[in-house]
């Protein structure tokens, strides 16, 4: 039997799957009938969804619901806190990092070190990942999880729809796939197909989804996911994030999905020229802002180096916690760096504002922890450079806001990111995992 539209029924109930499943994550517990109400079906058409994602583990029942109406209270449903988990990796100039969440996105194992991939060859870089990612997975073994998926942040342009980055230039890196060698590095024991799903695939040429993104989008999408709540107002749909550490990097999200480009190369802010006969950039071109409001930049124009930064705050965030540090003790050649930086970054931001007119400029990353020097100049450009005139009840430029999530946002979004596969196809995400060839998604 074939719905409108061609739908046919077995597509209808996947995403009924999902939706259900998404609503108990995001709102939960909830009843049964909470869940029905969630996705505008009966109780009746809900119950069956339900038990399907009981039977795979996925939800959980956590005891009586309160009394909501007439008859008996309902059980309540949670998502359950073993199965699948997303797991998020993050190589950057000066760090690893992996991570796993739940799919109550909880983080349940983090492991981080500093590492100078600067120019380093790929191929040890990606060992020295592989096994923080064997580490992460046998911490969450322990705990009756197992990855569901993986992403990778990388501070460079990936190429749609594959695992190659195409160029990271503060990595010096050009056309490396990150498939081969990342394909093994989190293969989990064999474990029984679903009893909730019959039509799950079977257990052959099944494998872990790999994705390899840029870091800025990853910082996006974890602002959409994560950025509300008590400690910071949650990004309107339409927002221009900015990350940066010794390259700048921007994501554009339009109507809460990201703006990619032809090639998946949007956002490279860095390389938009403030000053066109201003300092040469790496790129080949003059004046990027990059050269300008880079942390290494930053650092240079204040009288210092990366090499301090590193021996008076080892770890990652070195260069940004030196920064900060001197400027919050009133260093005046720091506190100058910081605000030229800000109107650079403003004169760049200006040109995507009056081309895009987004509702807000999220600052995250190294941006985050210096913004209370960085801002008012930031602040003060957009607003002499935006086209549109301010009026009492409509600001001619658009909020700037600062990330509570600071540096941790491209891993954080590239956890929650692997999580998507469960979240919204429950159906395939619990086929039982193995190893390689790699899904990409």
């Known amino acids: 039997m074939t719905a409108s539209g061609g739908d046919t029924q077995h597509g209808i109930r996947r995403r009924n799957l999902a939706r259900v ?74 760090h690893l990092a992996v991570c796993a969440v739940d799919l109550r996105g909880r983080v349940r194992a983090r492991a981080a070190t500093e590492a100078a991939n600067r120019h380093s060859a790929p191929g040890p870089v990606l060992q020295r990942l592989s096994a923080l990612l064997a580490g992460v997975a046998a911490q969450i073994a322990a705990e009756g999880l197992h990855p569901a998926g993986l992403t990778v942040a990388v501070p460079g342009l990936v190429a749609r729809g594959t695992a190659t980055v195409v160029h990271a230039p503060n990595l010096g890196w050009r056309e490396v796939d990150l498939a081969p060698a990342l394909a093994t590095a989190l293969t989990p ?14 257990d052959s040429g099944t494998s872990i989804p790999l994705g390899v993104e840029n870091e800025a989008n990853l910082g996006a999408l974890a602002e959409l996911r994560l950025g509300g709540g008590p400690d910071g107002l949650a990004p309107p749909s339409d927002f221009v994030h900015v990350s940066a550490e010794i390259g700048i990097g921007a994501a554009v999200v339009v109507d809460g999905r990201l703006l990619r480009g032809a090639r998946g190369f949007a956002g490279e802010l860095g390389h938009v020229p403030v000053y066109p006969d201003g300092l040469p950039c790496d790129c080949g071109g003059r004046g ?19 090499e301090r930064a590193a021996a008076e705050h080892p770890g990652p965030g070195a260069r940004s916690a030196l920064l900060a540090r001197r400027a919050a003790a009133g260093d005046s050649a720091t506190v100058r760096a910081l605000a030229d930086a800000g109107a650079a970054l403003g004169i760049a931001l200006a040109g995507t504002v009056n081309l895009l007119d987004p509702r807000a400029v999220v600052l995250g990353g190294a941006l985050a922890r210096l913004a209370p020097w960085v801002l008012p100049s930031l602040e003060r450009e957009l607003t002499m450079r935006t086209a549109v005139a301010t009026t009492p009840d409509r600001p001619g430029r658009p909020a700037v806001l600062v990330s509570r999530l600071g540096p941790d946002g491209p891993l954080l979004g590239a956890a929650h990111t692997a999580l998507r596969a469960v979240l919204d196809d429950p159906i395939n995400a619990c086929a039982p995992p193995h190893s390689p060839p790699v899904r990409f998604r």
């Open 21 to 94: 499943l998404q609503a108990v994550a995001a709102e939960g517990p909830l009843s049964r009938a909470g869940a029905a109400a969630r996705i505008g079906v009966t109780r009746a058409g809900v119950a069956p969804l339900v038990d399907e994602l009981l039977r795979a583990g996925l939800l959980v029942e956590t005891g009586r619901a309160a009394p909501s109406g007439r008859g008996r209270p309902g059980s309540e449903l949670a998502v359950s806190d073993r199965g699948p988990a997303g797991i998020g990796a993050e190589i950057g100039v000066d």
């Open 189 to 202: 024991p064999p474990v029984p197909a679903p009893t909730g799903f019959p039509d799950a695939p079977g």
């Open 288 to 306: 990027c802002l990059e050269q300008y409001a880079g942390e290494e930049a930053v650092l240079r124009a204040g009288g210092l180096t990366p």
